[in-house]
């Protein structure tokens, strides 16, 4: 009994109410701390030059495919999937987000006058589409050739509603005219030239390059 009596005096009860106290007071804060960690922002894809040869209009079935111009399919190049996302800088997919590409066909000509007018009828040069509610986006197209010292690209466009969010240019992964090319030797490091240097990969239904695009909204 007397061991029981000691155990419980009022000093040792001070002590494990002090200690009790002392545990809870530290327990959120080490919650909190883990709470307030912030998401790492993710890097905007790299901006380039839109070019000369922006579509001064777009063809009356512009879309998502741009093998097929109206009536006529296009059977040149090689056949390519470019497919990827559109988020923000926190990793949210933009929803109502549009897509635009546009490329010269296999022979290095765009649908435009400052080019001549010569790009193939049946390619037709370019696409628009809206992201989906998971922000993903899909051309089919061809994949991209060189021309007139250019190593082979594909231009990119983002637009929010009036806004124009991105101006770009894609690139093929491995392409030997890529070190000679004014524009990618240009960006200013490995992550920007990663960023829009992608490989085109065999697959059963053409070449597919896998793009997500990071933008500032």
């Known amino acids: 009994m007397s061991q029981l009596r000691s155990s419980n005096t009022p000093q040792r009860k001070l002590q494990r109410r002090t200690v009790s106290a002392a545990a809870l007071i530290a327990m959120p804060a080490l919650w909190l701390g883990v709470r307030a960690q912030p998401a790492q922002k993710r890097r905007a894809t790299p901006a380039q030059t839109e070019g000369p040869y922006y579509p001064v209009t777009f063809p009356k ?9 109206g009536a006529l399919n296009y059977t040149q190049g090689k056949s390519a999937w470019v497919v990827g996302s559109v988020v923000d800088l926190e990793g949210q997919a933009v929803r109502g987000a549009q897509v635009e590409i546009w490329q ?14 010569r790009a193939d009828a049946a390619f037709q040069g370019s696409g628009r589409v809206l992201v989906g ?7 089919r197209t061809i994949q991209p050739v060189a021309y007139g010292g250019r190593t082979p690209h594909i231009h990119v466009k983002v637009k929010l509603g009036s806004r124009e969010l991105l101006t770009t240019q894609l690139y093929v992964a491995g392409d030997p005219l ?6 990618w030797r240009g960006l200013r490091d490995n992550t920007d030239r990663t960023a829009l240097t992608v490989p085109f990969i065999a697959s059963q239904d053409g070449m ?5 695009i990071v933008v500032e909204v």
């Not at 079935?61 to 111009?69: A, E, K, M, P």
């Not at 509610?133 to 051309?139: C, E, K, L, P, V």
């Not at 597919?208 to 997500?212: E, L, R, T, V």
């Open 61 to 69: 079935d512009v879309d998502y495919d741009l093998l097929r111009n």
């Open 104 to 117: 010269c066909d296999h022979k290095g000509h765009y649908h435009h006058p400052g080019d001549g007018g």
């Open 178 to 183: 890529n070190e000679r090319d004014f524009l």
């Open 208 to 212: 597919q390059a896998q793009f997500p």
């Open 133 to 139: 509610a998971d922000g993903q986006y899909r051309f």
